[in-house]
């Protein structure tokens, strides 16, 4: 069954620094998104993209944060200077037609210290 | 605004036994539901959906009721597993967007 793949599985990083997480969608998806589930609460929507343009972001998705699809199998998250408040699981999800066979990557967990 | 929760932060149950796990929503504009499962270390894994114009679904071993009239959701797994245990949320869509908002989760304990 094809599977959306997120790089590292787990990435501790210094204050103030930054960092990008990495997920390869599906193949055939034409739509991307990050969420975030800090430790014990709920999954997050932060971010969704399409057609090489963010379609939507969320409040929380503010400058610090930026989206890219560099190729076209890599779909990138980067913080640009990480805060404590942005230690959480990352998710990358994809699918076909907006939410209809949306499929979740394992999920990036960043410390941030 | 847009909120998505559920009544119970953790169920037990006796393997064998059916669970129902609850859920409230108050977007009256959602007009798709989905519930993930999420096992420990791994991003959320689709169950079950529906749609709003439908107010039962069933799947294999789930059953999925959706009131729309009271804005309740619950997933209902039948004759329960041990590796049923996980967090169960319930997510849902608002009209013509591609976002999923997510609820809180209950965590699903399976008792020997």
């Known amino acids: 069954e094809p599977e959306v793949t997120q790089t590292p599985s787990h990435q501790v990083t210094q204050m103030g620094q930054e960092v990008i997480l990495r997920c390869v969608p599906i193949s055939n998806h034409l739509y991307f998104y990050w969420y975030r589930q800090i430790l014990g609460q709920k999954v997050e929507f932060l971010v969704s993209f399409y057609n090489n343009e963010i379609s939507e972001k969320s409040e929380i998705f503010d400058d610090q944060f930026s989206v890219e699809r560099p190729d076209g199998s890599n779909f990138t998250l980067k913080i640009r200077s990480t805060k404590l408040e942005d230690s959480a699981m990352y998710f990358c999800?994809?699918?076909?037609?907006?939410?209809?066979?949306?499929?979740f990557g394992s999920g990036t967990r960043l410390t941030v210290v | 605004g847009e909120s998505v929760g559920l009544h119970l932060p953790t169920l037990s149950v006796q393997e064998g036994d059916n669970s129902i796990i609850n859920c409230a929503y108050s977007n009256s504009a959602s007009d798709y539901f989905i519930w993930y499962k999420q096992e420990s270390g791994k991003g959320p894994q689709f169950i079950i959906d529906i749609r709003s114009n439908m107010d039962k679904r069933q799947g294999q071993r789930v059953t999925v009721l959706l009131n729309k009239t009271v804005k309740h959701l619950s997933l209902q797994i039948a004759a329960t597993q041990p590796g049923d245990s996980a967090v169960y949320f319930c997510a849902e869509i608002p009209n013509r967007d591609d976002k999923i908002i997510f609820g809180k989760g209950t965590r699903l304990h399976i008792l020997p």
């Open positions: 999800a994809s699918s076909e037609a907006t939410v209809y066979g949306y499929t």
